[in-house]
């Protein structure tokens, strides 16, 4: 079997992506519509949080404690592909999910979601996002005992405070985790209510083995119902992944389908799946770097090239860059550009996308899409 790239040459592609230093696709505006901003905890803010609330971080299942920050940060490098997945990585230890819902120790207070959210927006503003669309898990916090009002109160503040400090708009994605039960993400739903005007859409996350998105489908059809936009995540690689992203293309929120699709990048292999997501209109996120991790080289950027050519409007994100060799949306838009062989044009053609797939108010778009276009007139030879 054809394997994943192994960490040292990850590594090595990452700097060599850095080195490339291409103004055109700094430069260019970005809307961000796949990221985790749990997967934005960063080793740093994590020590941090951690030693502010007289916390040791431990690694739960083995009970290990880490005693330094660099030993933290170590950890945050050696996480396991996923079973059936290729990679030689013989040194990992621990599971993607394991060290991400490990990191959800530290959130505690106000002041701990204020400060993680706050940390992505003036990364991403760095990296010149000028809108985002963060997925948030609610109940990987409530099932610890922190209320609504502590976890949407810090999210608030951060997305007014990132408004006015470094000029990048937000909306919220709130993401039933699928390993629970539809029952508690219908008590979640209603638990969001009074917060409803920070939540732009619905998504479903988490472990996605034998938990097709039908299970859920009478809250996504009350959450359509109610006027939010809905998605789902489809794993690359998933046994079930063509009979899920049909569901979530074809049925999902009472029978219509939902309005983009995360992932789901084996759709490129179907012809009827490709049509069907082509004649509805639905755009999909993807995130190529997490795939790097477990998927051959040759079953990623072939792909996307072909979602891409069949014309279905794609946004290139970072979903959880903290734990993905630290790679964040830039990084990741120097991954297709290199990898599909895209030329400046079509990485334009895809920040539109972006822009076309986002949930923001038409003003918020169309002062996205000048700005784009300012930039493309001003690269163009
Ligand atoms: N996959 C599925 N669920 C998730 C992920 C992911 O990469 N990150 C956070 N929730
Ligand atoms: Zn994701």
Redesign the pocket.
């Known amino acids: 079997m054809e394997q994943a790239l192994p960490l040292n040459k990850r590594l090595a592609l990452r700097q060599e992506l850095l080195d490339t230093s291409d103004g055109y696709i700094l430069d260019l505006p970005k809307v961000e519509l796949h990221v ?1 901003i ?2 934005t905890l960063t080793p740093e803010l994590r020590w941090e949080l951690a030693r502010r609330n007289n916390q040791t971080l431990r690694l739960e299942r083995t009970g290990t404690a880490y005693t330094s920050l660099a030993q933290l940060r170590g950890s945050y490098y050696i996480i396991e592909p996923r079973p059936g997945h290729g990679i030689d990585n013989a040194e990992e230890s621990f599971t ?2 394991e060290a ?1 819902y490990g990191g959800f120790e530290v959130l505690v207070k106000e002041d701990d979601f204020y400060e993680l959210a706050m940390n992505y927006f003036e990364m991403a503003a760095g990296m010149k996002v000028r809108y985002c669309e963060p ?1 948030f ?1 609610p109940q990987g916090h409530t099932r610890k005992g922190v209320g609504w009002e502590t976890m949407m109160g810090g999210f608030r503040r951060a997305q007014m405070d990132a408004e006015e400090r470094f000029g990048i708009k937000s909306s919220w994605i709130m ?1 039933f985790l699928r390993d629970m039960s539809p029952e508690s993400a219908m008590e979640t739903y209603q638990a969001m209510l009074p917060y409803r005007n920070m939540v732009v859409g619905i998504g479903l ?4 083995d034998d938990r097709p998105p039908s299970m859920f489908d009478d809250v996504f059809a009350l959450a359509k119902k109610d006027g939010f936009r809905i998605t789902a ?1 489809c ?1 690359v690689g998933n046994k079930d992944t063509y009979q899920n992203i049909r569901q979530v293309a074809a049925t999902l929120g009472g029978g219509s389908g939902a309005h983009r699709i995360d992932h789901g990048l084996n759709a490129a292999q179907d012809p009827d799946l490709l049509s069907l997501i082509k004649g509805k209109g639905i755009g999909m996120t993807c ?1 190529p770097w ?1 795939y790097l991790r477990h998927e051959p080289v040759d079953e990623i950027f072939p792909r996307i090239r072909r979602l891409f050519d069949a014309g279905i409007p794609i946004a290139v994100g970072s ?2 860059p903290a734990y993905m060799e630290d790679t964040w949306i830039l990084h990741n838009w120097l991954l297709v550009k290199k990898m599909c062989a895209f030329s400046d044009r079509e990485m334009a053609t895809l920040a539109r996308h972006a822009v076309d797939m986002c949930w923001a108010p038409e003003g918020v778009k169309a002062a996205i899409r000048e700005e784009i276009e300012a930039v493309v007139a001003q690269h163009e030879p």
Do not use: P
């Open positions: 985790h749990e997967g993607f999910f991400y997925f898990d993401c996350d988490s472990l996605e995540h794993d995130t997490g979903d959880d």
